[in-house]
């Protein structure tokens, strides 16, 4: 099972974008779906998360314009981000938490030009 990011692109400073995740075969046992980005020679980081009991963790630095969603069952996560800045460029990297295995996407790059 392969997760496939897509929504990336190039934005002005301010604009938005939606990135979207989906499996391409049917993963049990979800307990988290997550988004995280990685830009240029930094770590990967937490950008938001939603697990299966309905919690939702955000990073500081995108609470207020960043929104995630998703169905665990229908193996689907959504990242709305708004209010872009251009320190919000990274690549960007969906995450199911399945026990055992831990699935990531290909990661979909998004440039936010000042």
């Known amino acids: 099972v392969q997760l496939q990011a897509s929504g990336g692109g190039l934005v002005q400073a301010g604009g938005s974008l939606r990135l979207s995740c989906v499996a391409s075969?049917?993963?049990?046992?979800?307990?988290?779906m997550s988004w995280y980005r990685q830009a240029p020679g930094k770590e990967r980081e937490l950008v938001a998360r939603?697990?299966?009991?309905?919690?939702?963790d955000y990073a500081e630095s995108v609470k207020g314009r960043f929104t995630i969603s998703g169905n665990s069952a229908k193996n689907t996560v959504n990242l709305q981000m708004n209010s872009l800045k251009p320190e919000d460029t990274a690549v960007y990297y969906c995450?199911?938490?399945?026990?055992?295995?831990?699935?990531w996407g290909q990661g979909t790059q998004v440039t936010v030009s000042s």
């Open positions: 995450n199911f938490a399945a026990k055992p295995i831990n699935y």
């Open positions: 075969g049917r993963i049990l046992g979800i307990w988290a």
């Open positions: 939603l697990t299966r009991g309905g919690s939702l």
